[in-house]
C-alpha cells in the first residue's frame, strides 16, 4: 500500500497515465470523476513520500478490525471513539489528521485508485488527504469486512509531537 501511495505522491503525472491506461478495470468508479483525478494529477507537484508510523498503524489496524467484526463503516469507532482518541491511544499526538477509508477493494492498487478517484465524494476528500503535502505520516491497517468483503484505514498525520 505505503509503495503505491508514494508512488502517487512522487511521480503525480505518471500515476495519472496509469489511471487512464486503467481505467476500464475500475468497476464502480464514475467515467467523471476519473477524469477530474487524472486531470487533476496531471497538475499536482510531485511530493515527498510518507514515512510509515508504527503507531499510526497500529490505529488505522485498530479502526479496520472493530468495523470488519461488526460491518460497521465510517470514521466514528464504536462507542464513538474518534480518529483523534484513536491517534492518542497509541500515543500520537498531531496538530494535523485524517483518515481515508476504502471499502470492498483488497488489492493495494486498487484501493489507492479508488481512493484517488474518489467517485461519489463530492468534496474528493480523500485525494485531497492523499497530495497533501502537510502529511509527512501515514499508517494502514487492512482486513476483511463482513458486508463490504474488504477494507482498508488509512491514517495521516502531519508533525508528530513527543509527549
Known amino acids: 500500500m505505503f509503495e503505491t501511495l508514494n508512488f502517487v505522491r512522487a511521480h503525480p503525472g505518471d500515476y495519472a497515465r496509469e489511471l487512464r491506461r486503467d481505467a476500464g478495470g475500475l468497476p464502480g ?14 497538475r499536482q507537484p510531485p511530493l515527498p513520500p510518507l514515512l510509515r508510523d508504527d503507531r499510526l498503524d497500529a490505529a488505522a489496524e485498530g479502526h479496520a478490525a472493530q468495523q470488519s467484526a461488526r460491518g460497521g463503516v465510517g470514521h466514528v469507532g464504536a462507542g464513538g471513539e474518534t480518529l483523534g482518541q484513536r491517534l492518542r491511544r ?3 499526538w498531531a ?3 485524517a483518515e481515508d477509508i476504502s471499502y470492498g477493494y483488497d488489492n493495494p492498487r486498487a484501493v489507492v485508485a479508488q ?3 474518489d467517485s461519489g465524494v463530492q468534496s474528493r476528500g480523500h485525494r485531497k488527504n492523499i497530495l497533501n503535502p502537510a502529511y509527512q505520516r501515514a ?8 458486508t463490504q468483503g474488504a477494507m482498508c484505514v488509512i491514517d495521516f498525520a502531519g508533525v508528530l509531537v513527543e509527549r
Open 139 to 146: 499508517g494502514v491497517g487492512c482486513g476483511p469486512h463482513r
Open 115 to 117: 481512493l484517488v478517484i
Open 95 to 97: 496538530g494535523l489528521t
Open 90 to 92: 497509541q500515543g500520537v
Open 29 to 42: 468508479q464514475d467515467a467523471e470523476a476519473v477524469e477530474e483525478a487524472i486531470a487533476a494529477l496531471s
